[in-house]
C-alpha cells in the first residue's frame, strides 16, 4: 500500500442551508480536499500547508443544498446564492450569463453545479501510484429536452499536492445534442492579494468589457481588496505543446512561495478565461481560473461561433484538469520555467477591445 | 388471511435526486408496484410475470424528489425534470401544457405530482379479499388560492395482478373552488412497440394537432422508435355501460399476449386522452393512457367548457381507476371482447380537423 | 434553578411538506411555543391557558420545508405557500407585495422566513430570572448582493406568559447596505372573533386602500368570519414613552378576558400595520399585528421615504419585541389602563384615505 497516510471521510452535513449536503474529504497526506456530490461533484476548499485554498464567498453557510438554490430567481442570477467553492463547473447545456430565448429563463452558469450526483463510489487502487478517486454520475436530463450524463472521477495520490478532475459527458439521447463546460476554480486569500500574479501562456487575449479593457496591461497582476471594484474578465487562447496540447498556468502570491497551477489539454478545452473580483475581503475577493470548451457567452453566440461541443447519440466527450499546490519558491519557479517555454512558441495576440458580445444581442 | 402471500416494503431512497423519497413497494404476489408518496402518491413502476411495467424516462435517475423539480423553470415545462412514473396525477387546480395570465406562470400540469403526502398509512384487511391498502392525503392549499385535498387510496388484492386508486378531492375553502384531474398511466417497452394497439370503445376521437390529424387512421396503432417524431395527442369520449357508465380500455403488444387496462366511471372521468410518443429509445418512447375529468388545454378554456369541475365548500368528488395487467392471450382477448361489446352501442364520430385550442388564444 | 417547571424539546418533523423541518419546543411551565429554525427563526404556534394561539392557515400540513416553497410562483406571491406561522419575520432586503425591476422579481415579503437558521443553540441562564434562550443565525446572501445576517435570540422566563424575540440585523458586506423588517404576528380563534378589539396608543392612523378606507371608522374592531371577505391594511404611528420610546399595543378577545400584547420600542420599530382578513373560517380568518422599520411597500418606495435602514460595513441593528399572552380580566384590564396612558399624548391623526402607493407606479 501507499507509503504515505493517507484518508476518506464521509459526512452528511447538518445545519442550515447545508442539511443533508454530503461530503467527502479526501487527504492525501499532504492534500485535503472536500468532494461534494451533493453539490454536482464540486470541491469545495482545499487544505495544504497549513494553508486553506478556496476563497471566502458572501455565502457564509455554505455548502448549499441544492434544493435552496432559487436558479431562476434574480433574473436567473439565483446560481450565486450557493456559490462558494474552490472548483464549480458551469454548463453542461449552456454556461455564462443569464438570458431569455422566449419565455424561457437560461440562468447563470447553467445547473450542473446544483444537481446531486448518484452512484457515488470510492476507489482505492492496489498497485502504485496507490491513487484514491470518488466517482459520481450527474445527468441533466428530462424529456423532451437535454439528456446529458457527466461520469466525473476525481483522483489524488497519496503523498502528493495534487488532485485530478477528469469527467466524462456522454449525449444519452437518441438525437445529436451538444454541451458546453466552463471549469470555474476559485481562489481567494492567502494565495490571492495585492502582487499575486497571473502567469499563462498567452496565445491570445481578449477582454470582456470596457472596464477589463481599461487595466488591459495590467491582465495577469492582482490588486488588493477594494469594496465597489467591478469584476473584470478576460478570454484567452494558451500555447500548449505535445501529443496532447498540454498547457498549464499558475496563480502565485506576491512573494512567489506559494501557487497554484492547473494543466489541461488543449484539445478538451481550448478556451481559457481569468475572472478577476477585486472587491472586498467579505464580498468576494477572489479570482476564477477557468479552461473551458466555449467562451462564457450565452449559448446561441457560442453556437453561431462553433463553440458548443456536438455529441452524436451515445457519444463522449473527456475533460480532465489536474490542479496542483506549490509550496515554496523552488516549486514555483519550476513551474514558471515550464510556461516560460511555452511562450517561446509566439508572441500573444492582444485585442485591445472587447471582441464579443457577453449578452444576447 | 389471504392464501397468496404477499408484502409491503417502506423504504426511504438515498443519493442523487432521489434523496429522501419515500417509496411503498406492495407485492400481491403476482403484481409488485411502487408507490411514491413523496411525489403526491404516483406510482413508480409495476413489476408483473417477468416484466417491468411502466417506462424509460429521459429522467433516469428518479424518482426525483420534489424539492429539486423546477416546476416553473423552461417557460413551466419544469415539470419534465421529475417525469418518469407510470402513472402520475396532472391537477389539481390546473393541468395541460402551461400557459401565463398576467404575471402568473401556470407550468405544466400543475402541481399534485410534486407534493409530498402527509399521514400515509398501511391498511390490511382482516377478512376477504384482505385488500392492501396505501392511503395518503396531498395538499394543494395556499393563503389566498385554492385549498384542494386529495384523500388517495391505492390498494390491491392479494393472489392479483389489478390496483386500483380511489382518489376523493375536497374542497376545503369555505367557498365554491374547482379543480381538474387527468390521470397519466404511462407504459413503454416491452409492452409497448410496434405493433402494439390501442383497444377502446370509441364514441368520438378528435386530433389534438394537425400532426395528429394526419395520421388519424393510425391512432390505435403504435410505431416503432423513431428519434425526432413529434409527440401525437388524441382527444376522446368513450362508450359505457351500468349505473356507473363504467368503460374499460387497454393496451395491448404486437402478439396480444400482454396488455395492461383501464377501468373507469364516464360519470366520474367522462374525457380520455391518448398520448403517442414515439421517440428515440432513450427519449421516452412511450404511451400515455389517460382518462380524466377534463382535457388538457389551459384552464380558461377548460373552464369556458365547463370542464372545470365545481365544488361547493367541502364538497368532496371521488375517482377510481382499476389498472390491470392481463398475461396471456386468453385474458387479452377476454377483454377485447368486453371492450367489442361496449362498441356495440354506435358508430364513433371522428373529427377530422382538431376542434379546440391547445394554447390560450 | 428555576422554582417552576420548564422544558425544551427538540424534534425533527417527519411527513409531507414538513419532512426535516427542525422545532424547537419551548414550555415556561405556563406558556409553550414552537421555534422554527428551519423556517428562518418564525414561531409556529403558541399554547397559554388551554388556548391555542396562533391561527388556521389554509396551508394545513406545515411548519413547511423552505424547499418546497417557491417564492417566485403566483407571480411572487410563493411565500403564501408556507404561510402558516403565529410568527414569520418580513425582509431582510425587502418586504411587502411583490414587484419587478426589469427581469427581477422580489417576491412577497422576502426571503428571510424561507432560510433555515444555522449554528441553531439552547442557553439556559443558571441565575434569575432563569431565561432560557434559542439563537439561531440566519445569512441573507449571495455574491453580488446583499450580505445581511440575522442573529436571533427567543427567551422566555419560566413560569411567565411572555416571550421576547430580539433580533440583530449586521451587515457583512465590506460597502454601506441596507435592510427592512416587518414582524408579521398572526393571530387567529379563539383570541379572533366577532367582537375583539385592538386596543393601540394611535398616534396616525391611514388605511392602505379604499376598501380599508371605506370601514375606516372600524379599524379596531373585528367582524366574524365571512368568507370572500377582502382583506383590509391600515399603517399606523404609535405613542411611546420613557428613554426607550416603548410603546404597547393589544388584541383582546370580546369577553375582554383573554389577550395578547406585543411590546417594542418605537426608536427600533417606528412604524405599526394591521392586517384584518376577514375571511372565511377555513380560508385564513386571521389578524396580523406587524411592529416594522418600514411600511410593506415596495422597496424604492420605501427608499424614496427614508425608510430603509442604512447600514455600515459591519453596523447592527437590534430589534426586540415581547410577545405576552393576557388571562383574565384583570390582566387584560391592566394593558389597557397602560396603552390609555400613552394616549393621553395626544389626539390621532386619521387620514381618510390612502397616502401611499402600494404598488410601484
Redesign the interface.
Known amino acids: 500500500l501507499a507509503a504515505s497516510p493517507w484518508s476518506v471521510r464521509v459526512q452528511r452535513l447538518e ?6 449536503v454530503e461530503l467527502i474529504e479526501v487527504d492525501t497526506g499532504l492534500l485535503r480536499f472536500d468532494v461534494l456530490p ?1 453539490r454536482g461533484m464540486g470541491i469545495w476548499q482545499a487544505h495544504c500547508g497549513g494553508h486553506r485554498i478556496g476563497w471566502r ?5 455554505g455548502p448549499v ?4 438554490v ?8 439565483g446560481w ?2 450557493g ?1 462558494d467553492e474552490l472548483f464549480a463547473r458551469c454548463g453542461l447545456e449552456w454556461n455564462g450569463p443569464p438570458y ?1 430565448d ?4 437560461y440562468s447563470l452558469h447553467g445547473r450542473i453545479a446544483n ?6 463510489a470510492l476507489e482505492f487502487d492496489d498497485k502504485p501510484p496507490y491513487a484514491i478517486t470518488i466517482e459520481g ?1 450527474v ?1 441533466e ?5 437535454a ?1 446529458l ?1 457527466m461520469r466525473s472521477r476525481i483522483s489524488a495520490v497519496p503523498g502528493t499536492t495534487r488532485l485530478t478532475v477528469r469527467d466524462q459527458i456522454t449525449n ?4 445529436p445534442s451538444g454541451f458546453q463546460l466552463l471549469n470555474h476554480w476559485n481562489l481567494g486569500p492567502p494565495l490571492l492579494e495585492q502582487g499575486s500574479r497571473l502567469v499563462a501562456p498567452v496565445k491570445l487575449l481578449c477582454p470582456r468589457t470596457a472596464d477589463a479593457a481599461e487595466v488591459l496591461d495590467r491582465f495577469d497582476i492582482y490588486e488588493a ?1 477594494r ?2 471594484a467591478p469584476e473584470l474578465v478576460y478570454f484567452f487562447e494558451l500555447w500548449g505543446t505535445g501529443a496532447r496540447d498540454e498547457t498549464v498556468v499558475m496563480l502565485k502570491n506576491r512573494a512567489s512561495d506559494l501557487a497554484v497551477s492547473l494543466r489541461f489539454s488543449l484539445r478538451e478545452q481550448p478556451r481559457f478565461i481569468v475572472w478577476k473580483n477585486h ?6 475577493y477572489v479570482t476564477g481560473l477557468e479552461p473551458a470548451v466555449n467562451y462564457p457567452n450565452p449559448r446561441p453566440y457560442e453556437t453561431s461561433q462553433g463553440r458548443v461541443i456536438p455529441l452524436a ?1 451515445g457519444e463522449s466527450y473527456d475533460v480532465e484538469t489536474t490542479f496542483e499546490i506549490h509550496l515554496g519558491k523552488d516549486t514555483v519557479v519550476a513551474v514558471e520555467r515550464e510556461i516560460d517555454a511555452l511562450r517561446r512558441q509566439g508572441q500573444p495576440v492582444i485585442h485591445p477591445a472587447p471582441l464579443e458580445p457577453y449578452v444576447v444581442p
Open positions: 445545519g442550515g442551508r447545508r442539511q443533508g451533493t464567498s458572501p455565502v457564509q453557510d443544498h441544492p434544493s435552496l432559487p436558479l431562476e430567481a434574480w433574473g436567473g442570477l450565486l446564492e456559490f431569455r422566449g419565455d424561457r429563463t444537481i446531486p450526483a448518484h452512484d457515488v454520475i445527468d436530463t428530462r424529456l423532451f429536452g439528456q450524463e444519452r439521447k437518441s438525437q481588496p469594496p465597489g472587491a472586498g475581503t467579505n464580498d468576494g447519440p
